[in-house]
């Protein structure tokens, strides 16, 4: 049977995707004011949002100043065969032609690309003129990128591999965990490193609907700043336009819908997902199925690949010369 989906997605408050609170702001200029005692920025993106995930204006500004590597986390998260693609799309589109990319998963301890980020590093900034930094043995990196992409925990994966030691900055699965610039968090003897941890800095102004859609659906905004009904039917309608059904069976559905209420209506009743309203009229309370439940359900089923993997930013694909 032919379905007919949505082929944009419009969001009827375009300021629920607008997020760029004080302590932002405040990173934004702290960081801009360190980058004189930094010698390497390493920028950490989700790698299933590569394009859609940057902040251009700020990353641009600091990125053109010192050497710089890019880090494309939750790369299992991610089709293998669209790598390639995706730093031939980077390579056409940034001003930065010799930035070093590496895929990576800081969960696992044995990732190829957390092996080469430090020696890397040490390479470029032995490579690069240090100017008033010269005389200073110690190296300084400063990791940058937008909430929730994994930067604490890719200072901790890094601090245990090269230290043996345990987490030193924050991880949490809500964005804006890390809210100011650290001190220095020493993650390497020989040479010796330290590592400046930044909080998530997203674009004062999103302009385009669907860069804001995605940024929440990786949960680089706080789900309920969205609304998470929104950000459900976001996922609703990526899907759809891809033409990936393995939603139906998470949701409880025999057939593929562009119909959010209806679908997250079948998941609470598959999960039991049920809320008690209280009628003041008559003092009865009343069992209704939880909408809210089921689009956080939703929401789950994608952030922890139920969904199969997949490039949020595959529209932007560009393939460059063999």
């Known amino acids: 049977m032919a379905h007919k989906f949505r082929q944009s997605y419009q969001i009827i408050n375009k300021q629920l995707i607008q997020w760029y609170p004080g302590h932002m702001a405040k990173g934004a200029k702290q960081m801009q004011q360190k980058l004189k005692g930094v010698d390497c920025i390493i920028e950490v993106h989700d790698a299933r949002i590569p ?28 089709p293998e065969d669209l790598k390639p693609k995706i730093l031939d799309t980077l390579k056409i589109q940034r001003n930065i032609p010799t930035q070093p990319t590496y895929f990576t998963n800081c969960k696992d301890q044995r990732c190829s690309g957390i092996k080469k980020i430090i020696p890397k590093a040490i390479q470029l900034i032995q490579d690069s003129n240090r100017f008033n930094r010269q005389t200073v043995k110690e190296h300084s990196i400063m990791i940058m990128g937008v909430p929730n992409v994994g930067k604490s925990s890719l200072i901790n994966v890094l601090r245990n591999r090269h230290l043996n030691k345990k987490a ?13 610039v650290l001190t220095k968090i020493k993650i390497c003897e020989d040479p010796l490193i330290y590592l400046l941890d930044t909080p998530g800095i997203l674009m004062p102004n999103i302009k385009n609907i669907e860069m804001g859609m995605k940024l929440a659906l990786c949960s680089c905004f706080q789900d309920h700043l969205v609304g998470e009904e929104n950000i459900a039917d976001y996922l609703l309608y990526w899907l759809n336009k891809n ?20 679908a997250l209506l079948s998941c609470a009743r598959k999960y039991d997902k049920k809320i008690a309203l209280k009628n003041y009229s008559d003092n009865v309370v009343e069992e209704r199925p939880n909408l809210l439940a089921a689009a956080n359900h939703f929401i789950k089923a994608f952030r922890t690949g139920e969904f199969g993997k997949v490039l949020l930013d595959n529209n932007y694909l560009k393939y460059g010369e063999d």
Not at 255 to 261: A, L
Request: charged fraction near 20%; charge should be negative.
């Open 243 to 262: 033409q990936n059904f393995s939603y139906l069976e998470t949701m409880g559905l025999e057939e593929p819908t562009d119909d959010i209420t209806y």
């Open 168 to 180: 030193a900055s924050r991880v949490g699965a809500v964005a804006g965990i890390t809210r100011s």
């Open 51 to 78: 394009i859609s995930g940057r902040n251009n204006d700020l990353h641009y500004s600091l990125l053109t100043a010192k050497p710089s590597i890019l880090v494309l986390n939750k790369k299992d998260h991610i």
